[in-house]
């Protein structure tokens, strides 16, 4: 069964404390794999998609990495406005036209 | 260019009302979805559409039909509300010419009394 787990669930960090978000996943016949931040009371928004293992992609603060069994999206130096739930989704293979997501990591970043 | 636009934003129900949440994206895809996202849970697919004319079933369609009315526009229809469709509903669309990454709409958020 295509799965796709994220941790921790809750991350608080201090403003310029790096840190890594967890993304493991089991599907049958990787596609894409995906990471959206979230914003309290809005829709997901698109940060990076990776297709194959040891593609990395950055924006700003932002590194996202894969391997054949997970992704992890770092954060360095964040910031107050960093803070969001941050979503990981996979597109497998045998149904390419379906996503699954995981539950997020909501992140916290104090000044 | 809006994107992707849901209506309502908000709707209480009573348990055994029925409704229709409205989709509609002017980024001329074929394809469109449905989520429903709960605490803890993620995002999970409801219904989606290849194309105008066409839909399948995701994850969790018990409970719901949908309706593509043309390439603008598909709607999810709860016919029977129960407490336990209480979420955040998100509909979506290809942001770009791929069908890889999705563009989603800024979601109704239905509460069932």
């Known amino acids: 069964e295509d799965q796709v787990t994220q941790s921790p669930e809750a991350l608080r960090l201090q403003e310029g404390e790096s840190s890594s978000l967890n993304c493991s996943y089991t599907?049958?016949?990787?596609?894409?794999l995906f990471w959206y931040r979230q914003d309290p009371g809005k829709g997901p928004e698109f940060l990076f998609t990776l297709y194959s293992a040891g593609e990395e992609k950055e924006k700003e603060r932002l590194k996202a990495t894969l391997t054949k069994k997970e992704s992890f999206l770092h954060i360095t130096a964040p910031k107050p406005e960093d803070s969001a739930t941050y979503l990981c989704a996979v597109q497998a293979g045998r149904n390419f036209n379906k996503f699954y997501f995981g539950s997020g990591t909501k992140l916290n970043v104090k000044p | 260019n809006a994107g992707v636009t849901q209506t309502p934003k908000f709707q209480v129900l009573k348990t055994g009302q029925s409704m229709t949440l409205q989709c509609a994206q002017d980024?001329?895809?074929?394809?469109m979805y449905w989520y429903r996202q709960d605490p803890g849970m993620g995002l999970r697919l409801i219904y989606y559409s290849a194309s105008e004319g066409t839909t399948d079933k995701g994850e969790v369609p018990n409970g719901y039909n949908v309706s593509r009315l043309n390439k603008r526009e598909f709607s999810l229809r709860l016919e029977s509300a129960a407490p336990s469709q209480t979420s955040v509903y998100f509909c979506?669309?290809?942001?770009?010419?791929?069908?890889?990454?999705?563009?989603f709409g800024p979601g109704t958020r239905l509460t069932v009394l």
């Open positions: 599907v049958s016949g990787l596609r894409g």
């Open positions: 980024m001329n895809h074929n394809s």
């Open positions: 979506a669309t290809p942001q770009g010419p791929s069908t890889d990454t999705q563009y």
